[in-house]
């Protein structure tokens, strides 16, 4: 039998206040090591392992980090990057209950850098509440598992054209799937289903929807639990957009709500209410320039504009359109409460996801934006529609390309004052680097195309 390395009787200690004294918190949970972590603009999770009898110093005055070493934007002669632990994030591991992780905001000689995921969503939280709102959201995270040793499914017999929700699948990654889970809710996340995807080798876990600081802050250990786990069972985990040409890619599909108080103002009697449809305007029109953001890498538009899969679709979106209750879409709304955005893919970064969700949100408010040009009857099959049919006309196709789609995010005035000048740069900059590197690299399928010319 598999072992479980989420401990039985593990009891994960009340949630602390921003600058609660960690010292004191160690002590009293018997934690030795604390990783003090930041997500760079890459998504990249970076940490400082920080023995407990340092702590109090290290959330006095920061971790250091090299900035240059990471992907933000500065060179070898900037200063130290100095991480301050948020100590209402702390998570003590289930698995490693002498470890804790603490996410942290980054600042340079004192000034908050602008740049950093963590802090261009915490700018548009701000925003949201001085309109007197609180965004919740909830992610779909999938997410492969493969091979220790080599990038391949890890589950030889999984092999069924349509594999979505095969339980036998699903049952010989049980004991990973289960040591996951166990550990999410000790961590007071409240899983409440696991299901093996539509491709191979694929599945995904669901917890409960929150404030979206509290959400990207999941994310990001959620994503560091599924791989630290999956190591520990001797598989490897991968949120890659789309690691297998013949199979679905990695989505993570947001939910999305707007909140007043206890009041939902997304919600309304048979469908989701004015405020929401100006809302879901902007995302909607936003779409093709904030595409970058959440189809961030080379792989990501495999997913969006790759070919058919064996399952028959790729379940991802290729136009800016919405509907009801339809997965076909780039937008569904499944209930009168909230819509589900479909566009992002395992690559995007937990922070930056929300934080364009809220920017074009509330652009489109501001701008009374109009969603209804492209939406369609709930009966619409949107893979079917070939382009060139009139039923397109109006609706806007997304990027083909990261190059493209990154022009877009960089032409976009409005994205660029919502989102702040500073991120703008580095996020583009860092961006055209990566398609740079793509198309200085030599494929096989060019050579293979090519040699005999």
């Known amino acids: 039998m ?5 401990r039985p009787n593990f009891s994960q200690g009340a949630k602390l206040d921003a600058k609660a004294d960690l010292s004191e918190a160690a002590k009293a949970r018997g934690i030795d090591f604390f990783l003090v972590a930041f997500v760079d603009l890459r998504g990249v999770l970076r940490t400082k392992m920080v023995p407990a009898s340092a702590i109090k110093q290290i959330q006095r005055d ?5 900035p240059a070493a990471t992907w933000l934007d500065f060179g070898p002669h900037a200063a130290d990057l100095l991480v301050i632990p948020d100590a209402s994030t702390l998570l003590q591991v289930p698995f490693s209950p002498e470890l804790a992780i603490v996410m942290g905001d980054c600042f340079i000689e004192g000034k908050e850098v602008a740049q950093s995921p963590r802090a261009v969503l915490k700018a548009q939280i701000a925003e949201a509440k001085k309109r007197g709102y609180v965004f ?18 890890s589950d030889s017999r999984d092999t069924q054209s349509k594999p979505c929700y095969d339980a ?6 049980y004991a990973l799937l289960a040591d996951i889970v166990k550990t999410l809710n000790a961590c007071g996340f409240g899983v409440y289903q696991t299901d093996h995807e539509d491709a191979n080798g694929q599945f995904e876990i669901n917890w409960h929807y929150q404030d979206c600081l509290t959400t990207a802050d999941q994310h990001v250990f959620f994503k560091w639990a599924v791989k630290t786990l999956s190591e520990r069972h001797g598989f490897r985990a991968t949120f890659m957009p789309r690691p297998f040409s013949n199979l679905s890619g990695n989505g993570c599909h947001i939910h ?21 449809l100006q809302f879901l305007g902007g995302v909607l029109a936003k779409a093709p320039s904030y595409c970058a953001v959440t189809n961030p890498t080379v792989n990501s538009f495999k997913r969006l504009n790759g070919a058919a899969t064996a399952s028959g679709y790729t379940w991802s979106p290729n136009r800016v359109s919405w509907s009801g209750n339809n997965r076909s879409h780039m937008v569904r709304v499944p209930d009168n409460d909230r819509f589900e ?18 920017a074009c949100g509330f652009w489109g408010i501001d701008t009374k934006a109009n969603p209804h040009k492209c939406n369609f009857p709930a009966d619409v099959n949107m893979y079917e529609i070939p382009d060139g049919s009139p039923k397109l006309e109006g609706i806007a196709s997304l990027p083909r390309n990261l190059l493209d789609a990154t022009r877009a995010l960089e032409g976009d005035e409005h994205l660029t004052a919502l989102l702040g000048a500073d991120f703008m740069r580095a996020f583009v900059k860092l961006q055209k680097l990566e398609w740079t590197e793509f198309t200085a690299h030599l494929s096989s399928w060019e050579v293979s195309q090519t040699l005999d010319c």
Do not use: H
């Not at 919740?136 to 499914?153: H, R």
């Open 2 to 6: 598999e072992p479980c390395f989420t």
């Open 256 to 276: 999305c709500s707007l909140w007043a108080g206890d009041k939902n103002v997304f919600e309304a009697s048979d469908t989701i209410s004015d405020l929401a």
């Open 62 to 66: 920061g971790a250091g980090f090299a």
């Open 168 to 173: 036998q699948s699903m049952m010989r990654r």
């Open 341 to 358: 955005l479909r566009l992002a893919d395992g690559a995007v970064n937990p922070y930056l996801l929300p934080a364009v969700m809220l």
């Open 136 to 153: 919740k959201s909830g992610v779909e995270a999938e997410f492969f598992l493969l091979s220790s040793d080599k990038d391949a499914i």
